[in-house]
């Protein structure tokens, strides 16, 4: 078990992993070896809960299909091994992007002094203004 966060994580039992051939790095292997690797994992019999599912779905929107069941592809290394580790590093890493909560922005007010300033500066713009008209003329 790859533990993410308190309540949230990977069982690594549950991965499936399956060899793919890789149209990458590789020669003539690549046409022999299947070095790729598709690793599925069903994120709905885990238990997660909704904020994260929601999140994660966000996150890998086309990695994740209508059943819930995460799909990653990796074929940039030669070795199978390799791939297989990159896979799970990929997914473990959206595992904590998701995880991640967002803190709540808080409200703050405008201090009475900034606002006590801003008054004043529109009352002398004001008179500026009003200084720079011709006078009125009364009969």
């Known amino acids: ?26 020669g003539q292997n690549v046409n022999k070896v299947s070095s790729g690797i598709h690793l599925k994992y069903d994120l709905y019999k885990h238990g997660y809960p909704d904020w994260f599912i929601i999140k994660i779905k966000k996150i890998a929107n086309r990695s994740i299909t209508e059943t819930g069941i995460l799909n990653i592809k990796a074929v940039s290394h030669r070795t199978q091994h390799r791939n297989k580790k990159e896979a799970l590093r990929r997914m473990v890493e959206l595992f904590v992007k998701a995880a991640k909560r967002n803190k709540k922005r808080i409200k703050t007010k405008t201090p009475l002094k900034a606002h006590a300033k801003r008054i004043e500066d529109k009352k002398i713009k004001s008179q500026k203004k009003r200084l720079r008209k011709p006078p009125k003329l009364n009969d």
Do not use: L
């Not at 994580?9 to 051939?21: A, F, N, P, V």
């Open 1 to 26: 078990m790859i533990q993410i966060k308190y309540n949230i994580y990977i069982d690594e039992s549950m991965i499936q992993y399956k060899g793919i051939r890789s149209a990458k790095p590789g």
